[in-house]
């Protein structure tokens, strides 16, 4: 998903959509930035054309790991929820105030 249909499956506008992901979310986020960056380093991409071609090779090295892990698990990885407590930020918020 591009970052713009990530936020609306998990229902967040402005919030940073990195604090809203799973753990295994995160992870596979930055194994898809990282396979591109090594892709990238290697095959050093000079075009535009290029690197879009060696960011969907890094994105598709994520695609990968994702289908693989959620055969075994048998469930989708992908949560709507968001992952900040935020009944935990209110009672620090009120705990401030007084």
Do not use: C, H, W
Not at 91 to 98: A, G, H, L, S
């Amino acid at each position: 998903m591009k970052a713009s249909e990530y936020k609306e499956f998990k229902g967040i506008r402005k919030e940073s959509l990195r604090d809203n992901m799973t753990d295994v979310e995160v992870l596979l986020t930055d194994l898809g930035e990282t396979a591109t960056r090594e892709l990238a380093n290697e095959y050093k991409p000079y075009s535009l054309n290029q690197n879009k071609e060696i960011a969907k090779r890094g994105g598709k090295i994520a695609k990968n790991t994702r289908d693989n892990l959620e055969k075994e698990l048998g469930r989708s990885v992908l949560s709507s929820n968001s992952n900040l407590n935020y009944e935990y930020i209110n009672k620090k918020r009120d705990k401030i105030k007084k």
